[in-house]
């Protein structure tokens, strides 16, 4: 088939690794898929009910695979399209349309972070919402401009700890950004969080921001 559309890259590439007896993680779903096309059965009697978090972060056909595996089972999915880490395989819109069959029910009460917080991301975002807030005020975010990032923010840290913040994040875009100020912050007590680390730190900690979630 990727030879039958012109795509010899991404066949040879399928060979090699099915030669080195491994599938890439996006390749999964769509042999999955294939299987399940050609008859394979899978018994979820014992499945009464899923339930599916982030569901903006997994692709259209892994989608689809869920469906087929789990056709007769009811489910909830949970997403916000604003959320996304996976911008270039994920759902980019939750609807009726991107997700088949399913109803949707929007959730407009905020409880995460401050009334401040949320429209400060709105209006980056250029969202016009309704939502309804749980009572919790706070300062309002800043944008600033540094000239000398790395002690810009050691200052900022020192300030928050003297206004008697124990909890702190500095949280960067990549990870080698985050390893890079790591390093500039290194005399500060900053703990650096990186996708194998399995417990919750305490104090200030510095990570990429697609590991900031949950």
């Known amino acids: 088939f990727l030879n039958h559309i012109k795509r ?22 769509p042999v999955m898929y294939i299987k399940l096309m050609m008859g394979y059965k899978y018994n979820s009697n014992d499945v009464k009910h899923i339930v599916m978090d982030e569901v903006q972060d997994y692709s259209p056909v892994e989608i689809r695979v869920l469906f087929k595996l789990f056709q007769d089972v009811s489910m909830t ?10 911008f270039y395989t994920g759902l980019s819109v939750l609807s009726e349309e991107s997700i088949p069959d399913a109803f949707t029910v929007r959730l407009n009460r905020s409880y995460r972070s401050t009334k401040q917080i949320t429209d400060f991301c709105n209006r980056l975002l250029g969202m016009e919402t309704d939502y309804e807030y749980i009572n919790r005020e706070g300062k309002p975010p800043e944008i600033l401009h540094a000239s000398d990032i790395g002690n810009d923010i050691a200052i900022r840290i020192q300030l928050l700890k003297e206004s008697g913040n124990s909890s702190i994040a500095v949280i960067t875009r990549t990870a080698r ?3 890079h100020l790591c390093s500039v912050l290194g005399n500060h007590e900053i703990k650096k969080i990186m996708p194998n680390d399995n417990k919750f730190m305490t104090g200030t900690v510095i990570l990429p921001s697609y590991l900031a979630k949950g």
């Open 8 to 29: 010899n890259d991404l066949a040879k590439r399928y060979r090699k690794s099915l030669n080195a007896n491994m599938i890439y993680y996006e390749d999964i779903a």
């Open 77 to 86: 999915l949970l997403g916000d399209e604003n959320q996304a880490i996976n």
């Open 177 to 179: 950004t985050a390893n």
